[in-house]
């Protein structure tokens, strides 16, 4: 009976744990895409393809979408944007999941 008991409880608290977190990454994910604007990340510009409307860039660990430090391609919410920009440049950057598209809202210089 004890036993029995013990389990319940470890099984509920389990339970509750779960729910918590679920509740957590729910919030974490709503929090993010409303402060995505002010989250910028630091990055390197390595190439810029204006034909395509899309930049390289060697970037840090980007907190809003849960991604590590790397080198990789994304799109540009405007075009113009490619122009403010030249291969080399220090800058810090928004990026948000526009579409299932990576896509660059904003761009600072360093
Ligand atoms: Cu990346």
Redesign the pocket.
Known sequence: MKVQTLVLAVTMGLATSLAAFADDAHYKGTDAKAAAGATLTDGEIRKIDKEAGKLTIK?GP?KNLD??A?T?VFKVKDAAMLDQVAAGDKIRFGVEKVNGALTVQQIEKQ
């Open positions: 970037h980007i991604m590590p790397m990789m």
